[in-house]
Every structure is written in structure tokens, then in C-alpha cells.
């Protein structure tokens, strides 16, 4: 389906749904080429440049995604504007802490240590999602810079924000320590 690299591709409704509240479950893999739409990033040709994953498997996901309907070639997805007025689109480089969501979340700061934010996220996460620990860590595990550790604390804050909000404040104090102790 996907074989002319400059075909463009658009999030759809269902797309933008997933990116928001993760209502299908999609793997990380998946997950990467909605973001890398949703960031702007809409050929064929600079979706496989900036994923993590191997070409050939983002050709077969980005098959994949276009018969589930969370991404349509051409016209006919939402347009990369309106699907960001949905969602914050995530910044290609890490965002400055004084950014917060709605709950008071902060950003990562950009000085922060990748890795000393991972393990303190990490923690989090065991605390917080008991037998659920595992996605998370892997996540946060497989985040090898900030843009990326960012967009799994999004994650974390959307989960949160959904299953339990009354924790949020715990993940807000977690990432002003991140920031607080960066190197």
C-alpha cells in the first residue's frame, strides 16, 4: 500500500483518539508513526528517516494503520493543524519545564540527565501501576533522549489523567525533582 515515499499521510479522528487516550492499545511501534504524523512529519520518506524502528517494518505498520483507519493517505485525515488543536503536538526537541499541562504537570527541563529522570520515572511508575510497572518501565527504558523520555511522561500524565487523577500532583512533584537536580 504505502510504496511511493512522498505519499503523504494525515491522522485520522480515530488516530488523534488514540494519541489522546490510548483507547486501542496500540504498541510503541505504532504509536511512533502517529506521533511522527502528528509532529508534521507526513511522507513516507521522513517517516521511516525519523523512526526508530527499521524501514521495512514502518512500511508494514504504515499498512497496517491505513487499513485501521488511524491514518489516511492524501486528503480525507484530519490535517496535522486541526489534530494538534486536540492534542499538544510533541516538540521535536525537549520543551522548557515552565511548560505545564492542565493538571500542573511540567515539562522535562531540557539540562535534566536522561538517565537520572528515567530512573526517577521508573520508580514512579512501580509505585504507582503496580502489576501494570512492566509497559511503563519499558517505555521509559527504551526513551534513549529527552523529546522521547517527554513523550512517554505525557503518556504517563494521560493514564494518570484517566485512571487517577488524584496522583497527579505525585507525578508533578517527581518531574520538578528531575529538573531540580539536572546536571
Known amino acids: 500500500m504505502a510504496t511511493d515515499g512522498t505519499q ?33 512529519i507526513t511522507s513516507l520518506d521522513e517517516i521511516i528517516k525519523h523512526s526508530i524502528f527499521p524501514p521495512e517494518e514502518v512500511r508494514a505498520r504504515i499498512d497496517g494503520l491505513l487499513l ?46 536522561v538517565s537520572q529522570a528515567r530512573f526517577a520515572l521508573c520508580d514512579f511508575c512501580l509505585d504507582r501501576f503496580g502489576a501494570d510497572a512492566p509497559e511503563w518501565l519499558d517505555a521509559l527504558n527504551g526513551a534513549a533522549d529527552l523529546a522521547r523520555l ?13 485512571k487517577n487523577r488524584a496522583q497527579l500532583p505525585d507525578l508533578a512533584a517527581c518531574v520538578r525533582e528531575i529538573n531540580k537536580n539536572r546536571i
Open 150 to 162: 517527554q513523550r512517554v511522561l505525557d503518556d504517563i500524565g494521560a493514564e494518570l489523567r484517566k
Open 68 to 113: 485501521d483507519r488511524f491514518i489516511a493517505a492524501g486528503e480525507g485525515g484530519a490535517s496535522s493543524a486541526s489534530a494538534t488543536t486536540q492534542r499538544p503536538a510533541v516538540a521535536a526537541a525537549p520543551r522548557a519545564a515552565a511548560r505545564s499541562d492542565g493538571d500542573g504537570v511540567p515539562a522535562i527541563d531540557t539540562h535534566a540527565s
Open 8 to 40: 503523504q499521510f494525515a491522522l485520522t479522528p480515530k488516530g488523534v483518539e488514540e494519541l489522546d487516550v490510548r483507547t486501542y492499545d496500540l504498541d510503541v511501534r505504532l504509536r511512533n508513526i502517529l506521533f511522527l504524523v502528528q509532529k508534521g
